[in-house]
């Protein structure tokens, strides 16, 4: 049965690590995006915790990731540096290039019924650009 989870079975315990589909191939090298997520959850206070989404945007470049942040206070100089600040702290973390940054209000990114981040959604609704604030 295939259920599209990603896991490992550890001394007979199964650990469920993220969802195909969401799995980051950049230059044929399969990033998961939670790490980098994380990462980025952690550069300000002003980033909300578990707002934050890396996806690669079909029919974009696909060599890079897109990020989407949600922000707690919506400083147009503020979220300038935090964004060069994203740019700079993937690239030493992860070697990743980040294409572009889409910085939110909050409750931007869609969840889930079980409170998961749905990236699926997510990038249907990045085309209407309701309740984004700045693109970098």
Known sequence: CDTGDLGFILKGELFITGRLKEILIIHGINYNP??????????SPNIRAGGVVAIQVQGEDL???????EFKTPEIDDLRTLCQRIREEVLKQFTLDVRKIYCVKP???PKTTSGKLSRVKLQDDLESKDGIIFIS
């Open 107 to 109: 409750k931007f990114i």
């Open 63 to 69: 060599d890079s990731i897109t990020i989407v942040a």
């Open 34 to 43: 939670e790490p980098i997520e994380h990462v980025i959850e952690g550069i």
